[in-house]
């Protein structure tokens, strides 16, 4: 595949529903000098036969097996020569012009690594959508929330966050990143396998001392929850054992310590939690599972972690927020990211 300055790229598995729903938006709002690859991780449905009769303009990144959504990627975007990267779920609506504020922001910001546009639900298109809403953050224990939704508590769209903003991290349904920054931060950790890969990227980024924003006036709509859906014990595990992981890689030493004991007693907490008062005995062997799973590949990232701490710019270039979210959200009641201490 030729250099190019956009390249949108939709991975791809088993996905050939989303493909037929989805790809003509992406083909018919796109900027003109935008190519829209399909990576396919190793699918075993009719997607590729569908791309060919459907859609043969479409370039096509063929994988032998299904890598996951962070090596997938990694293994698809070296086959890519772009300028910039747009990593695009399969199940996602983009609207008119949504292409074209990400680009002339990154072109006028060098500082930028990478954004996000809007997202907001394609079921319920007045609110914000649960991946990514209106830009990322993650509290001092390592809790993901966004602009727009905390926890499950998902805010209607009023216009309330329409301005740009540096955020912590950029949701991966739908991120444009720089290809020499995806390069030098080494990519997604396929090691992930799904889940965080992208907060954990973002993060990396941000201790070299690049900048993640959010940008409003783009707007997409994610359908969510396509390949594993909320409440499956699977999703549970990697998301545990996944924020433990980016926690161990990225905290500062002076954090690291303290973070972790007292994650420590949280997950166990939260294990309790599900099978007490929710009854689901899959997700409480899926928290245990993931911590110790987490222990066991503690030696597979000791030099990982060297390397991202020798990399640090700035003590507080993360954009980590200094409270607990599950005390402002359980014992301060405060369910509106708006409400939260700044």
Request: charged content about 25%.
């Amino acid at each position: 595949m030729e250099q190019t300055k956009i390249a949108i790229v939709i991975l791809n598995w088993n996905g050939r529903k989303m493909l037929e729903q989805y790809l003509s938006s992406v083909l018919k709002y796109s900027l003109e000098e935008a190519v829209v690859v399909v990576a396919d991780n190793g699918s075993t449905d009719d997607s590729l036969a569908f791309l060919a009769e459907h859609f043969p303009d479409v370039h096509t990144v063929v994988l032998k097996e299904n890598f996951g959504f962070a090596e997938g990627y990694n293994r698809a975007l070296q086959q890519v020569e772009a300028d910039y990267f747009v990593l695009l779920n399969s199940d996602v609506e983009v609207t008119h012009h949504w292409l074209e504020p990400l680009v002339e922001y990154m072109d006028a910001h060098e500082e930028v690594a990478a954004c996000q546009p809007k997202l907001l639900s394609w079921t319920n298109k007045d609110n914000f959508e649960y991946a990514g809403a209106a830009g990322g953050f993650i509290d001092r224990y390592g809790y993901p929330f966004c602009r727009g939704r905390i926890f499950d508590k998902i805010e209607e769209d009023d216009g309330q966050y329409d301005y740009p903003t540096s955020i912590h991290w950029a949701t991966g349904a739908c991120l444009m990143i720089r290809s020499k920054d995806y390069w030098l931060a080494g990519g997604l950790d396929g090691r992930f396998f799904a889940h965080q890969e992208e907060i954990d990227l973002c993060w990396r980024l941000r201790i070299m001392g690049r900048k993640i924003v959010c940008l409003p006036d783009s707007v997409v709509y994610h359908l969510g929850g396509g390949t594993l859906p909320k409440g499956n014990p699977r999703k549970t595990f990697l998301n545990f054992r996944n924020n433990l992981t980016m926690l161990y890689k990225c905290l500062p030493d002076n954090e690291l310590r303290r973070v972790m004991r007292l994650r420590w007693w949280l997950d166990y907490l939260a294990a309790w939690q599900t099978l007490v008062l929710g009854g689901n005995w899959a997700d409480f062997k899926a928290i245990f599972k993931a911590r110790r799973a987490f222990k066991q590949r503690l030696p597979l990232f000791e030099e990982e972690r060297k390397r991202i701490q020798q990399s640090r710019v700035e003590t507080n270039s993360s954009k980590q927020k200094n409270f607990s979210l599950l005390w402002q959200y359980y014992i301060k009641g405060k369910r509106r990211f708006s409400q939260l201490p700044t």
